[in-house]
């Protein structure tokens, strides 16, 4: 008798690291589906971003600290960034991209230039897209780091190699209002 519930406890043990390990890969799948998801509207931005830039450069000339810095983060191959990378270089963009905008306030000749207003539509659109896609990579990165991190789908968890996953957040100087001073 004794045996048999060594045994029991042995399969239900066994069967609750194939459930756990199974979720365990199933959330990092969401994960990685959830950052491709994003990834297609990042490089929608990153491609956005040259024209983008040119068009500013002709109206702005003395704004050119935010645009060479712009500029000289596209300067990286987007497709050889790691997921970590892609998310720094991304908030770092963001941000500038939100100093140029405010700048255009300031020159009406730009914020009429078709090429600007189409530009900027475009932008827009794919900063909601982004935005979006932020917010269902956070959510399935919480899930999944939660898996790894809470007792005791996380012994599995780190046995199998698996771990938390970055979320996308805004650093503080994204929080903040951009002031423009010319």
Request: charged share 25%; hydrophobic share 40%.
């Amino acid at each position: 008798m004794t045996l048999y519930i060594i045994i029991g406890l042995i399969i239900l043990l066994l069967l609750y690291v194939l459930v756990t390990y199974n979720g365990l890969v199933k959330s990092n799948n969401l994960v990685k589906e959830a950052f491709s998801t994003m990834d297609v509207y990042l490089k929608k931005r990153w491609d956005l971003i040259p024209n983008l830039v040119e068009v500013v450069k002709g109206y702005a000339k003395h704004e050119k600290e935010t645009i060479e810095k712009i500029t000289s983060l596209r300067t990286n191959a987007y497709e050889s960034m790691s997921i970590n990378k892609k998310i720094n270089v991304n908030e770092q963009l963001t941000q500038g991209l939100s100093k140029i905008m405010a700048i255009s306030e300031n020159y009406p000749d730009l914020k009429a230039s078709q090429n600007f207003i189409e530009l900027s539509h475009d932008l827009t659109k794919i900063e909601d897209e982004i935005a979006n896609s932020r917010k269902y990579y956070n959510g399935t990165v919480r899930v999944f780091n939660n898996k790894t991190q809470m007792f005791p789908s996380n012994i599995i968890a780190s046995i199998f190699g698996f771990h938390s996953a970055t979320m996308f957040e805004a650093n503080t100087e994204e929080k903040n209002n951009v002031k423009v001073d010319l």
